[in-house]
């Protein structure tokens, strides 16, 4: 059985397909990048897994679970898939641990006293126990990636999903948060979308090229960045490599 | 001199008039701060009801909310007051005086909230609400601890008109016959027939009640502020 199981996603906002029929499997622990232009549904692939935009065809699995499932209760399959956005979203009213907290007490029902305790460590693990009690708008970009990361790790997620995560931030802030993302490789399931070529090639078991709402092409990034099969994986490896570099 | 001994003359017989009205006015007072108080509290409760409704109810609902703070807000509120206090009895439902204004008072007030807290709701970025559901909460949850705590505060300003409109909206009971501040001041008025001493304390006390509620209000706003939501934001953009 595997983890994650993602079967002909197909997904059409108003006349324009934006999937059309993506199918791939994850496997725990693992960390796949998906990579691809603008406008290929990378995005919303992601928000097909999670049924934040639910899928017009096709089928998600997870741990065995159909998350597609009109009868599954969404609720309880998004506790155990993390979202990490590239605009951040957190809480503005909250203080940082308490973004991360909230959840845990809303949702998973923790006393105040562990969900705080826990929101600490999961602070400290992406490096922010000093900020914990600033809010918002008084962290830098990277700051609040780490806390959205650190916010979607406390819920103790199978799977963590990441939608651009650093092209909201300044190039110098960026840094920070690819190295949290490296430390939790291996720890916890990783599907990210992003153009950090160097991320991709050093931390990903997988690449996924994504082009016109289908998978191009897919393999380990030796084989991607070396000998693709095909010429547009090539092309745009080597475009997106010279803008944004190897590491 | 003579000036003077009339002056002091004048003055102490206001005094005696102001002292001789007191007890009326107070009555008068007491009143007009119950119809503010109640129309806002069931008004808050009102408008985040339509709020809510007009936000993220299906479209039937959308629409009721919506129609409702139409018609509420495109009708002057002497006439809603004249359809409940003289138009219910004709359906059977008879009310008294000060029931009819505080029903009247709040289902007006509460459009209005509706508005203010709408504006509110939809300035707060969609990806909160986003991460939110992402976490497993369900919509009401994300409502409760996500939305409305940051939709109120934002609202407070708002809100602090409300109140302030609401005081002197009041006075507008006085036509169906509820004895609040300004009802009481113009029973004086025709008895005595002082009308310019009655009205000028009446101005006043209406003025000192909103000064107070403004203050409260202020300092209620800077308790809960949080740093980059609501007023505070402009003004430490302000200082930048």
Known sequence: MNMLKVENIHKIYGKTKVLAGVSFTMEKGETKVIIGPSGTGKSTLLRCINQLSPPDKGRVWLEGIEVTDKKTDINLIRQKIGFVFQEFNLFNHLTAVKNVSIALEKVKKMEKEEAHKEAMNELKRVGLKDQADQYPSQLSGGQKQRVGIARALAMNPVIILFDEPTSALDPELIGDVLEVMKSLAGEISMLVVTHEMGFARNVADEIIFMEHGVIAECGNPDKMFKNPEKKRTKEFLGKISSLYGEE | MVKNNGGIKKLSDFIGFFIESLPKL???????????????????????????????????????????????????????????????????????????????????????????????????????????????????????????????????????????YLVKYTSIAYIIQVRELTAEGKFIAAHSFRYIEIFAIIAIIYLVLTFIFTEIIDRVEKKLSIPGIGTIKRLEQRFI
């Open chain 2, 26 to 164: 107070l009555d008068g007072l007491y009143l007009t701060i119950l119809l503010t108080f109640i129309s806002l509290a069931l008004g808050l409760i009102l408008g985040l009801l339509l709020a809510l409704g007009r936000v993220y109810g299906k479209t039937i609902i959308s629409g009721i909310c919506a129609g409702y703070i139409e018609i509420i807000r495109g009708t002057p509120l002497l006439v809603q007051l004249f359809i409940i206090y003289f138009g219910f009895p004709q359906a059977g439902i008879s009310l008294e005086p000060l029931t009819a204004a505080l029903i009247g008072l709040s289902l007006n007030s509460g459009a209005y909230q509706a508005e203010y807290l709408r504006g509110s709701i939809q300035s707060i970025e969609s990806g909160q609400m986003v991460a939110a559901r992402s976490l497993g909460m369900t919509k009401i949850k994300a409502i409760r601890n996500i939305i409305l705590p940051q939709a109120l505060r934002i609202s407070i300003p708002a809100w602090s008109n409300e109140l302030i």
